[in-house]
C-alpha cells in the first residue's frame, strides 16, 4: 500500500507563489520507491481531473502538462519521500483541488486512470 498526504494549499492573489508537498509513506512504497512515478492533478469544480505534471523517482525525469509549464515545477527529496510542486505566477485559472497520486512507472504518467493511489486533496484559490 502506499499512502499520500498533500499539505500546503491555500489562498493567495493572481501573481502569488504556492507550494504543494506530497508525503508518501507505505510498506509498498519504502521497499519500491524507484518504480514508482508521482504525479500532481487538478480538479476544478464543474470540470474534470486534470494532469498537472509528474516526476519518475529513479532518475526525476519530469512531465508537464502545457498550461503550467514554465510557471510549476515538480521535484523530489529521496530524504522525504516528499513529492513538491512549486507553483509560481499563478492566475485564477489554477484555482482547484491539488490531488496527488502515484503508480508504477509503465510510461503512461498523464491519464489519471492509471494511477493506482491517491491523496485527499489540497484546496488552492487564486483570486484575482
Known amino acids: 500500500q502506499v499512502q499520500l498526504v498533500e499539505s500546503g494549499g491555500g489562498l493567495v492573489q493572481a501573481g502569488d507563489s504556492l507550494r504543494l508537498s506530497c508525503a508518501a509513506s507505505?510498506?509498498?512504497?519504502?521497499?519500491?520507491?524507484?518504480?514508482?512515478?508521482l504525479g500532481w492533478f487538478r480538479q476544478a469544480p464543474g470540470k474534470e481531473r486534470e494532469f498537472v505534471a509528474a516526476i519518475r523517482w529513479r532518475d526525476a525525469m519530469t512531465y508537464y502538462a502545457d498550461s503550467v509549464k514554465g510557471r510549476f515545477t515538480i521535484s523530489r527529496d529521496n530524504a522525504k519521500n516528499t513529492v513538491y510542486l512549486q507553483m509560481n505566477r499563478l492566475i485564477p485559472e489554477d484555482t482547484a483541488v491539488y490531488y496527488c497520486?502515484?503508480?508504477?512507472?509503465?510510461?503512461?504518467?498523464?491519464?489519471?486512470?492509471?494511477?493506482?493511489?491517491w491523496g485527499q486533496g489540497t484546496q488552492v484559490t487564486v483570486s484575482s
Open positions: 507505505g510498506r509498498t512504497f519504502s521497499r519500491t520507491f524507484s518504480r514508482y512515478v
Open positions: 497520486a502515484a503508480k508504477t512507472d509503465d510510461g503512461t504518467v498523464r491519464y489519471s486512470r492509471y494511477y493506482d493511489y
